[in-house]
């Protein structure tokens, strides 16, 4: 149902929805709009899935060629002119590889931003009842991408900065084993609380990313920490819903990668199978974006406050005064 500007949200305020409940509304999202939904997931879709083929298909040839010099390589003598043209011919096999990699992970990082604006702004639109045209979508994302485009930087740079220490502490702890199973047991429990607690930051600072997207001047450190306070009371939710999305990409993973060593078959089906799962993979990052969508404006009711639309499509927090022990901005 549309609204009128500046009117409340469309839903209902008094029930507050389960994880389960969430991935359904998430699910409805689609079918509340179709007609602007169906062409946004598809602009938010084909040039990640072009993208993703196209870096399939480059990589793997050049991966292919350097595994098997590889192999050559060490049936040589390292004395013999053909040891040393295969070497050769491995070093420009990795550049040309690293190169390839890095643009093509630019270029991925910049469609998935702009992809995950698509979504985020049009899920929350049409969720809170607004009916967006393509025009005001293009007009939010030109005149706003800079603000969630350094919340995302921020986010990269605590993903990075997290796995490092992590993989530090675990491998220092690892290399000092000497073979001791105490330590190499504390080392595989340090690695799976490591990996559970960024499966929490990784929500949190989702959360962050789509605050800057749906909340004007609140964008970088200050919409992660908003963030924080915002899933108080709904970590749990929150947590569950990133184990959900993570397990379902791990089975989706995992079958392939079972399926090639298991099942043999020519290097054709392989390649076709591989796009499946990349296109697979790529869905189901969109509907985490819709669920992380409909987690924020739960989160925000669960805390008492509403979720305005006025203006021109600009979401506002309406404030509220906190009860005992609140500290949500």
């Not at 491998?171 to 690695?191: E, F, Q, T, W, Y």
């Amino acid at each position: 149902m549309a609204m009128a500007k500046g009117s409340s949200v469309g839903m209902d305020s008094s029930k507050q929805l389960d994880v389960m409940g969430m991935l359904r509304e998430a699910m409805y999202i689609p079918s509340r709009n179709k007609k602007i939904m169906l062409p946004v997931m598809l602009v938010a879709f084909l040039p990640s899935s072009i993208l993703s083929i196209s870096n399939y298909i480059s990589i793997y040839p050049l991966l292919l060629s350097f595994i098997i010099n590889l192999y050559v390589l060490s049936s040589k003598e390292p004395s013999t002119p053909q040891f040393y043209n295969l070497l050769l011919q491995i070093k420009e096999d990795a550049e040309v590889f690293v190169h390839v990699d890095i643009i093509f992970r630019a270029a991925s990082y910049m469609v998935s931003f702009f992809s995950m604006m698509i979504i985020v702004y049009s899920s929350a639109m049409i969720y809170f009842g607004k009916q967006p045209t393509p025009k005001d979508l293009f007009q939010r994302i030109k005149g706003t991408w800079k603000r969630p485009f350094v919340t995302r930087i921020y986010f990269t740079l605590l993903f990075v900065g997290y796995t490092v220490t992590s993989v530090c502490l675990i491998a220092i702890l690892m290399l000092n084993a000497h073979g001791s199973m105490v330590l190499i047991v504390l080392g595989a429990l340090l690695a799976l609380m490591a990996r559970l607690l960024y499966v929490y930051l990784g929500m949190v600072w989702m959360m962050g990313v789509v605050i800057s997207v749906l909340e004007d001047d609140c964008y970088g450190m200050e919409a992660l920490e908003k963030a924080g306070h915002l899933v108080k009371g709904r970590r749990a939710q929150g947590f569950l819903i990133a184990v959900i999305f993570l397990m379902i990409d791990g089975v989706v993973t995992g079958g392939y990668g079972f399926g090639i060593t298991r099942f043999q078959s020519e290097l054709v089906a392989h390649q076709a199978t591989g796009l499946v799962v990349l296109n697979m993979l790529l869905m189901l990052k969109m509907f985490s974006q819709m669920v992380y969508t409909v987690f924020y404006y739960e989160c925000n009711k669960s805390h008492g406050r509403e979720i305005k639309v006025s203006g021109e499509f600009t979401y506002t927090g309406v404030s509220f005064t906190p009860g005992d022990g609140e500290d949500l901005p």
